[in-house]
């Protein structure tokens, strides 16, 4: 199997800089994405940010120009560095990852337990 282990949350104030971290491991073979997702009391899961093995992100229209996404591949870690942060952003963020676990099989997603991030005004 797979585990996802995201750090990194907590309780930040309005306009903190906080960096979420999410190590894969166990029977992967190759990583093709990454992500963070977040939710909220009472509303939907929504991603937040992706990016792929090559490098290529996407961000929600909500965090553009304030929240990045890197990797290290050789790691199996994905980033999310969060700027500029409001009390809007307070969710539970959990990341994501498509994993190969062979040649022969086709992604999966695994996903991590997911860290809180609180933002107070």
């Known amino acids: 199997q797979v585990q996802l282990v995201e750090s990194g949350g907590g309780l930040v104030q309005a306009g903190g800089s906080p960096r979420l971290s999410c190590t894969a491991s166990?029977?992967?073979?190759?990583?093709?994405?990454m992500g963070w997702y977040r939710q909220a009391p009472g509303t939907q899961r929504e991603l937040v940010a992706h990016i792929t093995a090559d490098s290529s992100a996407t961000y929600a229209d909500s965090v553009k120009g304030r929240f990045t996404i890197s990797g290290d591949n050789a790691k199996n870690t994905v980033y999310l560095q969060m700027n500029s942060l409001v009390p809007e952003d307070t969710a539970v963020y959990l990341c994501?990852?498509?994993?190969?676990?062979?040649?022969?099989?086709?992604?999966?997603?695994?996903w991590g337990q997911g860290t809180q991030v609180t933002v107070s005004s």
């Open positions: 166990g029977n992967i073979h190759s990583i093709n994405a």
């Open positions: 994501n990852a498509a994993v190969k676990i062979s040649t022969w099989f086709a992604p999966r997603d695994f």
